[in-house]
DNA sequence: CGCCTACTTGACTTACTTCAAAAACAGTGG
DNA sequence: CCACTGTTTTTGAAGTAAGTCAAGTAGGCG
């Protein structure tokens, strides 16, 4: 297992600079890990969490359950993302965190995080940098599960998760690892299983991309982002150009 | 016109709280106000703006422009919000600004807010929350336009904006001024024109409440928020018991 | 091997979109 | 004041995408 000092740190990089004294300071933080199984839930709505989890391997989602029982899948997350850094300043969770697939995720204290934010500002700023990137990964779904076709969406999906995949270095060259069930897919993207199913279909006939057995291969990049409408500028990457 | 200094501090004193020291360094800001006219936009996407917005009167809106030249609104803004708090630390905007109705506009240099920020950290927290607070409404968007039906999406869509103008005190009585076309409610719940109609229909025919001419008037509370599915815990109001 | 879960397929039904046109309304200029 | 224009809202009818329901297949695991 890497270091969850490191992780963050070279999440945190991706987008914002920071000083030696800021990279020892993150590396002052203390932080226990866990290990969850698939669809283990690790924060729960209504939750007051105290500790801010970071993702150090494996994928967690997080989600709003509704009256009904139903899900809605709000985003995903893979090794160095802060998934619920708003814990930080809100005191109680609108939504639950869960595992896809195996994960480890690292936990470091509010109270320890929060003195650091005083003492360094800009370790501050590089993580409110990093929640709001996550506002506009929201914006974006608000955009895809309303505005697009359901291929389409899928699609856009896809490119999204294949390229922060790509940016984090995580994926193996066309195939990124995505261990999310096609119910699940339903539940993000706003539309039936068999839906999803045909949607699938049909994006595999385009020759494009397939996803099975919770993997993602991507053969043809440019083809597919032009399906999709996918521009990845709304992810504020510092190297735009890398696919 | 309202002192923008002074809506500011009330928006954030709603959910933080600030020191004597915090409120008048938030009042030696320098600012400008400018007015705009319906569908004026005032930021564009792939600017990179130096100043920040506060609404000061009227609404304003973000939207996402899309290949074909359509338009999703992603959230609508009131007096009191900063809707581009995220150009803080997001170089380039990945999506529009623009007014709904006639809307008074306060703009405020980054420079001397992010100097602020580090003289008075608790400004930046409480500045970072309203964004945080601004991201969870994103998140129940994303879930109204996936998960509920199309005139329980337009009844939570109310649900909200009524809820929140009546926290930031611009409600009279039952209503509430929403200068919003029904094309704008279609390009914001992702249904087509006839749909907004007859869904709009169908909630007036269930005696909760009414819009028309830009004007909501919410006869049955309890019962509008019932069908909505509409919970406000997401908004993270100090107040949670209002209405 | 049998059970469970995940995926796939087909047939049916209904919601919603699209298209088209009418009605209501606001603004403009004679 | 009224005709003219453009915009927004409303209504109707037709077509289609996608949801529901139901059954069948495939894969993983004890």
Redesign the interface.
Known sequence: MKNAHQILIRSLKEHSVLAEEDLSGICSLTHTVREFQPNEDFIRQGDHPELSALVVSGMVA?Y?L??DG?R?Y?SFHIAGDLPDA?G?????M??ALCAIGRAEVAFFPHREM?RL??RR?AI??SI??E??????I??????N???RTKPGRMAHFFCELFYRARVAGLNDGAKCILPISLTQLGET??MAIASVNRSLQELRASGTMDFRDGELVVTKWRELKQLA?FNP??L?MKKQSLI
């Open positions: 997080r709003h509704l009256d139903s809605q709000l708003q930080l300043f809100i005191d109680e609108d939504h929060l934010f005083k500002p501050g700023f409110w940098r929640t709001l990137v996550d506002a506009a929201f914006r974006e779904a608000i955009t599960n309303s505005a993207l706003g409408g500028q709304y504020h």
